[in-house]
């Protein structure tokens, strides 16, 4: 693995294919046609070589937690990036594999006739090991591409530990990275270029369909509150600039109020970038306090999630945890717990504590869970449960 530039990561040492017919991007994780570097870089790589571009964007019916609720969120988001490329003249292909009998492999199918291959740069969840299974197959160079947060992840050498370690370092570094990103047009189109390769249409019509014709779990239904795709994200990115940015400094901490920016479901799947958000709270018009608290979250406290995933390879476990928490934790795990709730009481929200059962069903029936109750709801587990483990 090497770093070639702030965003850039050549992961293996493979030759260029000088015969290949094309550049191919792998989109994983940062899910937009605008605001994205992977993408950028891929279409550099095309125009130097003057050859056409080829996105391929694949969704597995064994992905993690793979629901109707996930599935329909990422397929809302297909046509619209189809029409996209087509306008941009880059040939996208996305396949649906929608069980075990599917077709396997298909990025090093379409890999064969590749330059090279540009994917995402994804410091945790699947993405690394998706990252290091391309690098044994590939026969090509391999790019990974930072297009996570404002700050490439690369800036940072070492694990931040809070948000008063990181903030420093981010307010020099910001203005350097918090501007108007620059999008790259291909010069060679691939409207004729034929790919052997399975490709899903995706329409608004025919998502319910498709997402029941696969092997999932089809008890976690949509949300009947957020849609997926980038123009969605958008016009809620809007709706919150225009209407609830204002009072945000205030109203983000009171679940009452429609007090939040709830973008966060647009960020997760990459159908919206942070760069894209805070540049437009930074023009927005709203008091500077309410900016600057908003610009804290999407900036500070994201960057820093990202460098505890980036640096830390217990990030998704208790070991993540400072030590003395973990002491603390330890210390108290033989105190009295009453009462204690099994799993399918938590999961419905039959507690005592009927804010809590609030927030559960709230997060079980639209995907959201308010971040301020998100903390007590946290806490009120620990002593639910028999350990905090």
């Known amino acids: 693995m090497k770093q070639i530039s702030e965003r850039v990561q050549l992961l293996n040492d493979k030759s260029a294919n000088n015969d290949g017919k094309y550049i191919l991007y792998w989109m994983q994780m940062f899910k937009r046609t605008t605001y994205n570097h992977a993408l950028n870089f891929a279409i550099e790589q095309a125009n130097e070589r003057k050859l056409p571009l080829v996105v391929y964007e694949g969704l597995k019916f064994y992905y993690p937690w793979a629901s109707d ?37 298909t990025v090093a199918r379409i890999a064969k006739d590749a330059v090279l291959l540009v994917t995402d740069d994804f410091p945790c969840f699947i993405i690394p090991d998706h990252n290091k299974a391309v690098v044994k197959k590939a026969k090509i160079p391999v790019y990974a591409v930072d297009s996570n947060g404002v700050i490439p992840m690369s800036r940072f050498e070492k694990e931040e530990y809070a948000a008063y370690t990181i903030r ?10 918090l501007k108007p990103f620059e999008e790259i047009k291909v010069l060679v189109k691939a409207d004729k270029l034929k790919i052997d390769c399975p490709d ?77 958000i805070a540049l437009a709270v930074k023009e927005s ?13 999407i900036i500070v406290r994201r960057e820093l999630s990202y460098n505890l995933t980036r640096f830390n390879p217990h990030y998704d476990s208790i070991k993540a945890l400072p030590d003395w928490v973990q002491q603390t934790m330890r210390k108290h795990i033989d105190d009295e717990r009453a009462p204690i709730y099994s799993l399918e009481q938590l999961e419905t929200g039959k507690t005592y504590d009927e804010l809590w059962n609030a927030a559960q069903r709230e997060m079980v029936e639209t995907g959201e869970i308010h971040n301020y109750v998100r903390m007590l709801w946290g806490k009120n587990v620990i002593g639910w449960t028999r350990s905090y483990e």
């Open 285 to 297: 018009d709203a008091p500077q306090a309410s900016k600057d608290a908003y610009l804290e979250e």
């Open 168 to 177: 420093p370092k981010i307010k020099k570094m910001v203005d350097e990275y």
């Open 69 to 105: 609720r996930l599935h329909t969120f990422i397929l809302e988001g297909v046509e619209e990036k189809r029409k996209a490329f087509e306008k941009l003249g880059i040939k996208y292909i996305f396949y649906l594999q929608k069980d075990e009998k599917s077709p396997k492999d």
């Open 200 to 276: 899903t249409l995706v329409t608004e019509k025919n998502v319910e369909k498709l997402v029941s014709e696969c092997d999932i779990d089809h008890s976690v239904k949509p949300s009947f509150m957020y849609h997926g795709g980038t123009e969605n994200g958008r016009k809620r990115l809007k709706k919150f600039v225009k209407n609830i940015l204002e009072d945000y400094d205030e109203a983000r901490n009171k679940p009452e109020k429609d007090g939040s920016s709830r973008l966060s479901s647009y960020l997760h799947f990459g159908f919206l970038s942070s760069l894209e």
